[in-house]
């Protein structure tokens, strides 16, 4: 999801890995409630402020995704198809930059152009 006011040629993507985290998003922790069974509860992570700004684009580690209105050439292995979702009155309310990809771990970064 990008800013209500944007335009599809105004806006570029990368995708940046997510390998560079040095903690993990949730913690897991197994909950019995019997003696044969449970389940797994994942408590969320307060990221740190490396973690939330804004990616260097210029690295070797963030591929350009999408600019300027179209889906580049460059591929990241698992993302099969980027496409411009318009906001739609009653539908979508703000534009986005769909994905399609595999299972996985991403980290898509989205600005203007």
């Known amino acids: 999801m990008v800013p209500q006011a944007a335009q599809r040629d105004s806006?570029?993507?990368?995708?940046c890995g997510s390998g560079e985290l040095s903690?993990?998003?949730?913690?897991?922790e197994w909950v019995t409630f019997s003696t044969s069974g449970g389940h797994w509860k994942a408590t969320a992570q307060v990221p740190s402020v490396a973690a939330?700004?804004?990616p260097?684009?210029?690295?070797?580690?963030?591929?350009?995704?999408?600019?300027?209105?179209?889906?580049?050439?460059?591929r990241v292995v698992g993302?099969?198809?980027?496409?411009?979702?318009p906001a739609r009155?009653?539908?979508a309310m703000f534009p986005a930059v769909t994905v399609q990809s595999e299972n996985g771990a991403y980290a898509?970064?989205?600005s203007s152009c």
Not at 11 to 15: A, G, K, N, Q, T
Not at 23 to 28: E, G, I, M, R, S
Not at 79 to 85: N, T, Y
């Open 23 to 28: 903690v993990p998003a949730f913690t897991w």
């Open 108 to 110: 898509f970064f989205a």
């Open 52 to 54: 939330t700004t804004a």
């Open 11 to 15: 806006v570029c993507m990368w995708e």
């Open 79 to 85: 993302v099969s198809d980027v496409e411009w979702l």
């Open 89 to 91: 009155p009653g539908t």
């Open 56 to 74: 260097d684009t210029s690295s070797p580690s963030c591929v350009e995704i999408w600019r300027s209105g179209i889906a580049t050439n460059n």
